[in-house]
């Protein structure tokens, strides 16, 4: 698919005539746009931004609002999920003990625990402003410095009043996940970039202060003029130490790759400009001396780099460094143990929520499993004694579950799914040629120039002028400059659009895409199953609220925790004046008992609250009773009413729910397809419920496939085209599928799997994302053309002003910077509409 297909650009602005249109409804909390009448009727893009949104101004925090970016990423509904966080109790511990092992015995007061976590979700000043309010309301907090240019905080409590859990539970429900800190061994490039650009900044400057006397009629005899000849060559030295050996040293180490980098050029006029202008010093030629060029050139050059670098890592430290090891496997024997030293033979427990590491039979007579993040099945499956259990199966129970290991880690297909890759760095063929085309018109102008001159002249000094002026003036501003300020716009505009670039190599592979495969269950369906019928929900009393809160509280099923989203975002949960059962406390829920397959209940003041499938507690028909026994709480039975509240035996309110496809994805797959795109399926979910969603979203029933596993996934892609395939996929069965793909991107980064290896991510209920992603990148290759048109005019002019003797340094001067501000002009003018949304 060509540039002009897939990468289709954005639409144009309106006429200034054209009656304005009104501006689409976004999110009241994000600010991202609101695309079905669900979220129009509500405010909100999700559930989770309804109640953080709710929490916010609860907690008297509404200031927030005034202080945050126009638009930042959806809470989503990963704020209600229940997360592992032992890890972290663990580093309080250690913390707390190094800061008493660290106090002076003449000291009266201990040290206060220090730790340093890196935080998700935090972009702007709003968001640093909020982690600190929410900070300082926590029992025994002391103080705290956040950064969200790093994405880190740094906190020190008073033991043993403070919790780091439960204040990273608190912040997850505000929409920010803690995960330990990252490598800071490291500097990254930007801020190496950024020292560099201070210190050339400063060097140009000194240069161009030493060098206006002489453009301004300072003869060679006066006094001080080979002093400040002297402070130039020193200045221009130095900047040519500090910036020019920064390409100079990158384009060497690409050529001995055999790679034609975009550093080249830029090497070669910084080394022509430079050596040119060392050789007039000492000749006292002042034709030759060209360090005020050099000085700027080299400062413009680094600042386009580092607004190319500074936007890709800018969107990396988005997401944790790293994530939680994982939770450790607590034996029957007694003790616990890393996932990779389990054994074949070991029996253990996985505790609710938590992952089975390895395949595994199960021991207790019976627990549910959900599958969605190997086969793609959403529904749990119900598991009876004696059957295997596959790796990668997560325990929806609310017990925990017994089960015997019958292999080791290292044969485990989580292992292999987990399993880091690193490919090879992307070859830009077209910014290769380009750099090829350029060196050799170069050099073959400047050897033709010296020829022709001493043909001419037979003078050498004359000669060797003209091919230094040559050398300094064919600038390469379009590749060392607009080219990565091109690519750093079109990056931030992608980020208001919700979608965030990763690596910066995405760009050159883009454009030879030209099959896109998803993934179904987490990727063209929601997450989390819908309830369909919302005002069974509103319609319950304060006390059936309570209740059902309860019930569905630290329940990793996913009808519970599509309930749980739903009843905490309502506006009156949890601000009723009277809470009879005041089960909405974190210390006063009752025990709950689960029967596998049928549903959760407790009893309390003489009372037999229960959730589960239709008929479980309450009078039903027969054929009602007997639906969907497989499925625990009755997940997607036949007749649609899938889950009851129950009280006494007497039915208060049945649930409705269904995997629901984005609420964009149909629009958007026709429009990818419209632009020449092959779309696909790829599933390990069974086909029947593939080929329903192909055709909902109008897909060709050969393009959907299912019951697939990862391994067939990846296979699959390999043998398809892996060379021109975007892979989006959001859990582990996606994991090879992701090692073979061209380009890969992910909707979710929560769940720490997906998010390392993505090229790209995007975030929203929407899919919209992925054709923005073309959209805005069909914009930059357009605005890029213009820009070289552009150079091969400019340079047409100052080469041709160089070969014909005309050229010197006051006019280098001068074409130089009028050069790099008209190319800026075009990078910015060419990028607005890459704004428009």
């Known amino acids: 698919m060509s540039s002009g297909t897939i990468d289709g650009a954005a639409a144009p602005p309106p006429r200034p005539n054209a009656p304005r249109r009104p ?13 079905d ?49 032992s890890w972290l109790a663990s580093a309080q511990r250690e913390a707390e003990a190094a ?28 968001c640093v402003w909020l982690i600190e309010k929410v900070f300082a309301q926590q029992p025994g907090a002391r103080d705290i410095e956040a950064n969200a240019q790093l994405g880190q905080l740094q906190i020190r409590w008073i033991p043993p009043k403070f919790s780091v859990v439960e204040f990273a539970r608190k912040l997850q429900s505000f929409g920010y996940l803690l995960g330990p800190a990252g490598d800071t061994g490291g500097v990254p490039e930007s801020r190496g970039l950024v020292k560099r650009i201070g210190l050339c900044a400063a060097f140009a400057m000194n240069v161009m202060l030493f060098a206006f006397p002489a453009y301004f009629g300072m003869e060679p ?22 910036g020019g050996v920064y390409f100079v040293g990158r384009a060497f180490r690409a050529l001995r790759e055999g790679a034609m980098h975009i550093d080249l050029p830029i090497a070669l006029g910084i080394l022509g400009a430079y050596g040119g202008s060392l050789y007039g010093w000492f000749a006292r030629e002042e034709r030759f001396v060209y360090f005020d060029f050099v000085a700027t050139f080299i400062l413009l050059m680094l600042v386009g780099r580092w607004a190319q670098v500074a936007a890709v890592e800018r969107n990396q430290r988005r997401l944790l460094s790293q994530q939680p090891k994982p939770q450790r496997v607590a034996l029957v024997v007694g003790g616990e143990l890393p996932p990779e030293q389990l054994q074949a033979g070991q029996d253990y427990f996985a505790a609710a929520g938590q992952v089975v590491p390895v395949e595994s039979r199960l021991i ?69 040629a380009i750099v090829r ?14 020829i022709a001159w001493w043909m001419i002249s037979h003078d050498a000094l004359r000669t060797w002028s003209v091919v230094t002026a040559v050398l300094v003036v064919s600038c390469p501003c379009a590749i060392g400059l607009a080219f990565p300020l091109a690519d750093e716009i079109a990056t931030v505009a992608l980020r208001r659009r919700g979608v965030f670039v990763r690596n910066g190599d995405l760009w050159p592979r883009l454009g030879r895409v030209r099959k896109l495969v998803f993934d179904k269950t987490g990727t063209l369906t929601l997450e989390m199953p819908v309830l369909l019928n919302p005002d069974a929900l509103r319609s319950l009393d304060a006390e059936a609220r309570s209740a059902l809160h309860a019930l569905v509280r630290d329940n990793p099923h996913p009808v519970s925790q599509c309930l749980l989203a739903n009843l905490l975002s309502l506006p009156s949960f949890g601000s009723e004046k009277s809470n009879p059962l005041g089960y909405s406390s974190t210390d006063a829920f009752p025990e709950i008992r689960e029967t596998i397959s049928q549903g959760v209940e407790f009893v309390q003041r003489g009372h037999r609250w229960s959730l589960g499938r239709v008929g479980w507690r309450s009078p039903v028909a027969v054929e009602e009773r007997d639906e969907e026994k497989s499925n625990p709480l009755g997940y997607s039975s036949s007749r649609g009413y899938d889950t009851e509240l129950a009280v006494d035996g007497h039915m208060l309110a049945r649930f409705q729910f269904a995997d629901m496809a984005r609420p964009d994805a149909r629009a958007e797959i026709a429009a990818l397809q419209a632009a020449g795109a092959a779309v696909f399926i790829l599933s390990g979910d069974r086909p029947e419920k593939v080929s329903a969603l192909a055709k909902e979203l109008g ?11 990862p391994q067939e996934k990846a296979t699959w892609i390999e043998a398809h085209g892996r060379d021109e395939t975007l892979m989006l996929g959001d859990g582990a069965n996606d994991s090879l599928a992701f090692d073979q793909a061209l380009c ?26 992925v054709r923005a992603l073309f959209a805005v990148n069909a914009l930059r290759r357009r605005t890029q053309i213009i820009i070289l048109l552009f150079s091969v005019l400019y340079n047409a002019l100052a080469v041709g002003l160089a070969l014909a003797g005309h050229m010197n340094p006051l006019v280098a001067a001068i074409l130089m910077p009028a050069n790099s501000l008209l190319t800026l002009a075009l990078v910015t003018g060419g990028m607005r509409r890459a704004f428009a949304r």
Not at 102 to 126: F, H, N, Y
Not at 390 to 417: C, F, H, K, M, Y
């Open 744 to 769: 890969r991107g992910t909707p979710v980064i929560h769940r720490g799997i997906l998010a390392p290896k993505s090229d790209f991510y995007y975030l929203g209920r929407g899919i919209a994302g």
């Open 99 to 126: 800061a008493g092992a660290a106090t002076p015995s003449s000291r009266p007061t201990p040290l206060p625990p220090e730790l340093t976590l890196d935080v998700q979700g935090i972009s702007c000043a709003g």
């Open 37 to 85: 009448v669900r979220m129009q009727e509500s405010g909100f893009c999700c559930s989770g931004c309804a109640y953080v949104y709710r929490l916010v101004h609860e907690h008297g925090l509404a200031g927030y609002y005034n202080i945050k970016d126009e638009i930042t990423a959806p809470a989503d509904d990963s704020v209600f999920e229940p997360r592992d966080f």
């Open 699 to 709: 897909l060709p029933a050969a393009h959907a496939l299912g019951h697939l596993t």
């Open 23 to 35: 501006a689409k409804p976004t999110c009241a909390h994000c600010g991202a746009p609101l695309v």
């Open 437 to 450: 085309g350029y060196l050799i018109a170069i050099i073959v102008l400047a050897v033709g120039a010296g």
């Open 364 to 432: 207790s007579a019976e627990a549910a499993f959900s599958l969605a993040s190997i086969t793609g099945e959403p529904e749990p499956r119900s598991f009876l004694a004696g059957q295997r259990v596959p790796a990668g199966a997560i325990n929806v129970s609310r017990t925990r579950a017994e089960l015997s290991a019958t292999q080791p880690w290292a044969d485990s297909l989580l292992a292999q799914l987990l399993q880091p890759h690193v490919r090879a760095g992307a070859r830009h063929a077209l910014l290769e």
């Open 221 to 242: 005899s006066f006094e001080y003029a080979r002093l400040f000849g002297l402070l130039t060559l020193a200045f221009g030295t130095l900047s040519f130490l500090v």
